[in-house]
């Protein structure tokens, strides 16, 4: 009964499920799998089908899609609350993306006939998905404008405010090391051209970076991006 418990508290602390009905949450908590997955491991694989929900409790993992030529595209970072794997349970579909571990990651695996179940007998968890795959597909459409729109300066400096949160002072800050390889896959470009850039800012006081890999972000950064 306790890890019944456990359960229910965690689907609860996630806000795709928080409003579920009870008795929908507790189909859930006991249907759920904890897992834990390494640094470097994958959730789910390109072209696969695993068939499960991953909900992420904690830890970091980045969204990556591979072209037949093997080039990779950092397509999005997810973290804690955020889910994996519902479009293809919706649709059967193989996942579109490998979506691999960052960080170490502790995540709840819900498979496919509990998922369903939940999802035909609560409206509000059928709205609930909806509008994270929305909120997806507007995070698609804001990528593929960045990459149309913007020159190679717009997209780095989109990358990083999009990367960064505000500090207790209200300054935009990247707390956590992110590599020039990183930026660059996920803004279609090279490694070495990212580099040029990012010391470009500096120099210009667009951005200053610490010794410990943390980035602060100066707001006349914004206009790069185009916010």
Sequence with gaps: MAT??????????VPLFSLIPQAQAQIMAVAVIKKRFKRGENL????????????????????????????????????????IGEMSLIDGEAHSATVSAETQVDALMLGRQAFSQCL????LLAEAV?????QRLRNA?????????LDVYGRVARALIEMADRDSQGQLRITEKISRQDIAKSIGASREMVSRVMKEFAERDYL?????????IHDHLMAKGQW
């Design 4 to 13: 019944i418990i456990s359960n229910l508290d965690l689907i609860r602390r």
């Design 44 to 83: 789910v694989e390109q072209g696969e089908n695993s068939g499960a929900l991953f909900i992420i409790l904690s830890g970091r993992a980045r969204v990556v899609l591979t072209s037949d030529l093997g080039r990779e595209v950092i397509l999005a970072r997810l973290g804690q609350g955020d889910c």
């Design 120 to 123: 035909g007998a609560s409206s």
């Design 130 to 134: 909806m509008r994270a795959l929305v």
């Design 141 to 149: 459409d804001r990528k593929i404008e960045s990459l149309a729109l």
């Design 208 to 216: 200053e970076e610490s010794s410990d890999g943390s980035i602060q």
